[in-house]
């Protein structure tokens, strides 16, 4: 089994800056891809970024620019660097992985959510 815990989020003024971070324990032997959706109330779940299974990344176009993705693999750690926030920002924001595990079987898995409020 593997957890997913995320960190970091909150409430904060438009235009300001959020760090949120994830880290993966338990039965993993590698981790194929790492990212962050969102989802808002009364909308689908979205990807915001995430690192590919090639080491690449992809952002959704909304949030190009102002977030950043960026990991630590020693720590099975990813993080998302959220600058010049939107109250269209606000979400509650998900941590996903694609894990194989140790007996080489892959998995998906998510966080239990963190909150992002963008509001004055």
């Known amino acids: 089994q593997v957890q997913l815990v995320e960190s970091g989020g909150g409430l904060v003024q438009p235009g300001g800056s959020l760090r949120l971070s994830c880290a993966a324990s338990?039965?993993?032997?590698?981790?194929?891809?790492m990212g962050w959706y969102r989802q808002a109330p009364g909308k689908q779940r979205e990807l915001v970024a995430a690192f590919t299974s090639r080491g690449t990344t992809n952002y959704a176009d909304s949030v190009k620019g102002r977030f950043t993705i960026s990991r630590n693999n020693a720590k099975n750690t990813v993080y998302l660097q959220m600058n010049s926030l939107k109250p269209e920002d606000t979400a509650v924001y998900y941590c996903?992985?694609?894990?194989?595990?140790?007996?080489?079987?892959?998995?998906?898995?998510w966080g239990q959510g963190t909150q992002v409020t963008v509001s004055s």
């Open positions: 338990g039965n993993i032997f590698s981790i194929f891809t």
């Open positions: 996903n992985a694609e894990v194989i595990g140790s007996n080489l079987l892959s998995g998906e898995y």
